[in-house]
C-alpha cells in the first residue's frame, strides 16, 4: 500500500514527532517500499495459527508486593532537564478561563 | 609478548599468577588505545580515569591479600546502551548524549562484583538500530581490516574495539544480528545467549521480546568466560529464565564432535550469498564433518519471512519502548517550546536521528487502528511458523550450521541510503532471535579482499554448550581466530 504524506503526517503525530517537508517526502517513499516488503507476508497461510509475542511463555511474573530500596528522589532527579522543589518542570498544561 | 595481545583468558591467567598488575594492564590497553582508536573510531566514552582508580585500589587490595575472582583487572568495553552507573551511557544518541545512569545493568554490576574495570563505552548505530554503525549520533567507527568498510552494527563499537585490541574483550547486544554480523565483519566472536538466558534490566530496551546481550571476544574460550559471567536469573528482569547456569568452560573440553549432527539449511545457501563467503563456510562445513559431525541437509522454508517479521515487530515494540523519551525525566529536552505537546514534538524531532524516526514511525503504523491486524497480527503469526521451522530442524539434528552474513563487510555509504537494502543484509541472523535461540558467530576465513567470514551455529533453546564445544572444536582445528587485522 502506498503511504501518503498525509499519511505521514498523520503516524508522526500519533508518535510526537515533528517531520519536516523533506522527511514526509523520503518517508514517505521509504515506508511504502518497506510496507510492500512486508506485504510479501501474505504468501503464507496463517489461518489457525496462534501468534507469538514472546518465545519463553512467561506469562505475567508478579514478585511480593512489599518495599524495597530505591533510587533517591535526588538521584532520580539528576538527569532531568529542568527540576524545582523535587519534582519535574514541564510547561503549563491547565488553561486559565 | 604485549599484553593487549592476550586472549582474555590468557590475561586472566597471567595476572591471577601475579605476573602482571591491573595497573600494568591499563596502561597497556590506553597505549594501544592512543595508537589506534583515532582511525578506529570504537568508543565513544573513555573511561580511563576510572580504569586507573580501579586498577591501584585493585593493586592495592591484592597486596595485602592476594585472592581474585574470575575477572579481577580484566579491561572490558561495554556497548553503550548499557547502563553503566556513573558512566555516561547515550545508546549513540543526541537523546541521551547527557545522561549518566544512577544504576548498574545487572550484567554490569555481575562484571563489577567479579572486579573488572571498565576501559569505556562502544559506539553503536543510534538505540541499536542499524547494521553498520553510521546511524551513531557520534559518527560511525570503521572496521579495522579495511578503514573505508563498516565494523557491521549495531555493536560496531564493541566488534572494532576487540578487533582492534582496544579491550580485551566486550559486551554487545543482539535483537536481530546485532552481536553476530559485527563479530562476523570484523573477525572475532560474538554469542548471542538464549532469550532469558541474560538479564536486560539496565539494557536500554530496543525491542524487548528479542533483544539479548552477549559476548563479543576473540576467540570461544572468552566467549565462554566471560558468558559465565554474565549469564543466569535476575528477578529485575521478568523475561529471564529460572534455570540453572551450566559451566561453559567445561563444555570446551570435549574435542571431537562424534555423534553431533549438524544441519546445513539449503535456503542459506540462495541467490545472493557472496562467493567467496560460500567457499568459506561450505569448507568449514567439510571441517565439521572431519571432526566427526554428521552433516544433514535440512530446510528452513519461512526464512525469507524473517526480515518482513523482524521489521513489523521490532518497530513496533520500539515505537512503544521509546516513547519514554518524552524530555521531561531524563535526556535531551527542546527549547523554547510553548505548550507540552510541542515540548514532546521537538523534543523528539531534534532528539532522535533519521533511522529511529523511520522506525518510531514504521511501529506506530503497524500498530495503528485498521493497519494492526493485517500488519502486525500478519507479522506475529508468521513468527509463529518460523519457531516452527526451527523446532522441526532440532528433531532431527543438533546444531544449524549457516553463513553469518550474505556478504563480508560493506563499504561505509554503501548502503546508508536504502533502508531497505541494509535491512535484507541482516537475512541470516534474523530469524534466531524472533525464536529465541542462542546462535554464535566466529571466523571462518578471509575473502579475496582480505576481509574477515563469518560462521553461525545456531543451537535449541538453553543449548550453549553444544554451540560452545562445536565452535570450540572447530576453532582449534583451524587457524582464523588467531588472524588480527593491520590497521592502516
Ligand atoms: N540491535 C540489532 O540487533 C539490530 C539488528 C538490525 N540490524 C536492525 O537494524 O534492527
Redesign the pocket.
Known sequence: MAITQQDVEKVARLARLTVTAVEQETFAKQLTQILAHVETLERYDTTGIEPTATVMGQTNVFRDDCVRPSLSSEQALANAPEQEADGFVVPKILEER | MSLHKLTLVELQKQFKAGEVTATEIVRAYFLRISHVESKVKALVTHAKESAFLQAETLDQKLKEWRKTKPLTGMPLAVKDNICTNGVRTTCSSRMLQDFIPPYDATVVAKLRAQEYILLGKTNL?EF????STENSAFGPSRNPWDLHRVPG??SGGSAAAVAAEECVAALG??????IR?PAAFCGVVGLKPTYGRVSRYGLVA?ASSLDQIGPITKDVSDAAFLLQAIAGHDPMDSTSVDRSVPDYMKALQKRDLKSLKVGVPVEFFAEGLDPDVERAVRAAIEELKSLGAEIREIRLPRTDAAVAVYYVI?TAEASSNLARFDGVKFGFRAKETKDLLDLYMNTRQEGFGPEVKRRIMLGTYVLSAGYYDAYYGKAQAVRTLVCQDFDEAFQEVDLIVTPATPTPAFKLGEKSEDPLQM?LS?IFTISV?LAGLPAIALPCGVSREGLPIGLQLIGRAFEEETLLRAAHAYEQATPWHLKRPTIR
Open positions: 548505530d541499536a538500530m542499524g547494521s552494527g549495531s547486544s543482539d535483537t536481530g544480528g546485532s554480523q530496543f521490532a535491512y541482516d532471535n
